[in-house]
DNA sequence: TATGAATGAGATTTCATTCAT
DNA sequence: CATGAATGAAATCTCATTCAT
């Protein structure tokens, strides 16, 4: 397992001019005042550019944020999905994965999984539905490897249907006060969420690393 | 178990003119748009007084949020502390009744307990450090509770330490999702949070509901 | 020559509860903050009473203001008027002990004579008048003395019909520098601007003491 | 010596958009109303720009009020020396055209004056201690020269340290009343100025004009 | 693309003043 | 006389956005 330290920012260059470094300052921004504490003079400074030119590149503040969420929640999702399908058929593999891959991007991208749980809430209308969806589909993966468990037998909790909700809550939380340099690694942030997430569906001992 | 439906406003008339009703209109605004989201229009339309009015009784909106979260945790540190200290000794029965206590809470005052765990961010200097240190009150409350049980094995959890702060991020983030009216009540809420909890920390099957 | 310490406070108890206090208060907002700088709650602090107890007293700020300098330039004019009246024929003399008593004012009541110079200009209609009438009776005394002492030969300036403001203005501008404790005593002030104002208006040299 | 009308605007075109439009109307409304009693309001109104371009101008108002006393200040120093480089060596000459150089400064551009003695203490931290030392700067060569004739038996005034600062209060109190049109031309004021300095100073009667 | 200047709307806060008690 | 609560207007300043260049 890779403990290395994070690729720093989660928006690499886009061939596009200034584009990466306006949605990297957009998401420092959201991340350090929220959506509404941060100004576009906030995210033009961190950029590097002037307030007019991010016009050049987004047509408003909203869409700004939605594309932040966007590639947040896709590299999330697609971080997530990976490693379980890398991970076998056992439910219990299958789902330690995924909340390492998880807790990983927590750690990794620590600011943009913040914005993303905490500011989802001031999109509207198509924006923020796609955002919702990207969201609810990794969700979906862990409810689906929560069903699969409880089908199986691999787990027994009696609410397969809601506990998936409580992991993954769980694990976007660490982002609220995870610190680099803390006393707890990203690996041992990844070992103990695995641990807590099968205990929680009531996984038999046996299974836990 | 009472599954009653909630008091409805956390703020209850203060006797002083219309206190109650700003903070309780305060909490309405921040609660749907965020502190910075809300104005302080917004706060003086839901009191149904006058912009200027809400200066003669918080000098500012800081303060205005500072003490809708510090009654927000004061009572949900009483009510969680209160539900503690009736559970008797064992940690598995403290815990389970810790939980119950504090999803009923965040059912009962969702609007507030969402605005406790999202907005505090916004607070600076004093205010913020008596409202952190509120929150982190109720939260060693179940720290101390999960170090018992991993002390006189009732807990089998490798994570005592740690353990308490997940199951209180899984529970408050009940507040972030939860519908009245939706699928789940606030009992069937509370009992699946108890199990989550104590499945958590590999308390043992017996000491299931 | 009296080079007390001055009687710290211009308006003595008007034996009508509050008022004094209040006008003292003002006296004091208007001098450190100016007019439109102060505020009718500042000044209720000054008094220790409370902001809508001032409009039992006063109409108005403005009217407090006009209140202020009305006493003020009652004051001084009549200060000046006795000193010399009490001064004998000579114009020399005559004009001495004007200067001395109006520096002494200055120094005894600064923020009164500071704000008496300053404020004058945010009062308007029938106050205003009034008000600059009372300066403007105090200029006269020093006019007629200099117009005096050209007409008899004690003073050779060529300029007997301006001179006088401007040993006004400067004798005023003390106001606004001087600071109890300094270099030059009450005393050495007035002095000194009695002989500035002698030289001023070419006084030979016999008439300076 | 030049009876000319005054250039007008203290603050020519900077070449910068509206900014000399801005230091004009602020100079103009804090002269009409002094710091407090205009509005940002009032100087956008004035030149004829919108209330929110001000600030991309000044960040506060008080930055405004700070280049609008430093620009006076400035000119009025200038001014003054260089009036004096030019007068040669003998104190009486070079008193009298100090005063003459000051005093036409007032007259020139009243309102500058008037602002520049009126509405510095509404100035606090850097921004005052900049303009008081330029302020002090005057005033300081109005000092020396008063101590070089002391010094060489020119002025025979017992205060040599102290009558410099009644003159240049003398001078700058004309910003408070002069009148263009009035009955005295700007070259009438300043030779009665310069001769009530010279006399105040006790230089003999040889030496005026 | 990129920018500096510009703007109307709206933010928080303070103001002088009034009123019911 | 005295007060706390209330208010409409206005204060300074910031906002997202637009436009001419």
Redesign the pocket.
């Known amino acids: 397992m890779n403990d290395r330290s994070p690729t720093a920012t989660l928006i690499a260059d886009t061939g ?3 584009e990466a470094a306006i949605l990297n300052a957009a998401l420092e921004a959201f991340g350090e005042k929220g959506f509404n504490g ?4 906030d995210v033009a400074r961190g950029a590097g ?8 590149y987004f ?4 869409h700004l944020l939605a594309e932040v969420l966007r590639r947040a929640n896709d590299e999330l999702y697609s971080r997530t999905r990976t490693a379980v399908e890398q991970a076998g058929d056992a439910a219990a593999a299958r789902l330690r994965d995924a909340v390492r891959a998880y807790v990983g991007f927590v750690v990794d991208f620590q600011t943009a999984a913040l914005v993303a749980i905490s500011e989802i809430r001031y999109l509207d209308g198509d924006e923020r539905e796609r955002v919702v969806a990207a969201r609810d589909s990794t969700q979906a993966i862990f409810e689906q490897i929560v069903a699969a468990g409880a089908g199986n037998g691999e787990f027994r909790t009696p609410y397969p249907a809601d506990a998936a909700r409580s992991i993954v809550s769980m694990c976007s939380a660490v982002s609220t006060w995870y610190r680099p340099g803390g006393r707890l690694s990203r690996g041992q942030l990844a070992e103990q969420h695995a641990r807590y997430a099968l205990a929680l569906v009531e996984a038999p001992l046996a299974g836990l690393a």
Chains 1, 2, 3, 4 share one sequence.
């Open positions: 596009r001019g200034n941060a100004s576009m003079r550019t002037s307030l007019s030119n991010l016009y050049n047509p408003s503040k909203s």
